[in-house]
């Protein structure tokens, strides 16, 4: 017990880690970026445009994006692509619709940009990954 009174008395002492109690992030933000996720899986096939999500919740776009970015480490355009993206790999392996009605279900609004993405996130198009993928069903 003496050598652990001795080592909690004493004055040099190395921290393993760099953060402190004002690093943690309190409860209220985990509850508003969970309502923040929820929004987003419950209307990623609309239209989500920042200035919109952030006025959803009575913030500035820029207040938004740091906060989200700051709880989450990615963009909040980045977290919706993503989600989009989730979404049509699972239209494009469960369902017959086309590459362009899984485009559109899935919140995109060109042709192009869903293919870009989805060859960004997935390392293949659209139709190789549907027909990849409805072979091993």
């Known amino acids: 017990l003496s050598i652990l009174d001795l ?46 999500v952030a006025s959803h919740f009575g913030m500035t776009p820029q207040s938004f994006c740091r906060f989200f970015k700051s709880r989450t480490r990615k963009t909040f355009i980045n977290f919706l692509t993503e989600i989009r993206i989730s979404y049509a790999c699972k239209l494009l392996i469960s369902d017959d619709l086309s590459v362009i009605e899984v485009c559109y279900n899935s919140g995109f609004e060109s042709l192009s940009n869903f293919n870009r993405q989805f060859k960004r996130i997935m390392n293949t198009t659209p139709l190789q990954y549907k027909k990849e993928n409805r072979n091993n069903l």
């Open 7 to 52: 080592m909690a008395s004493g004055k040099e002492y190395t921290t393993i880690s760099q953060a402190t109690v004002e690093d943690v992030k309190n409860g209220t933000d985990s509850q508003r970026i969970n309502i923040i996720y929820d929004y987003v899986l419950n209307n990623f096939t609309q239209k989500c445009t920042i200035p919109g």
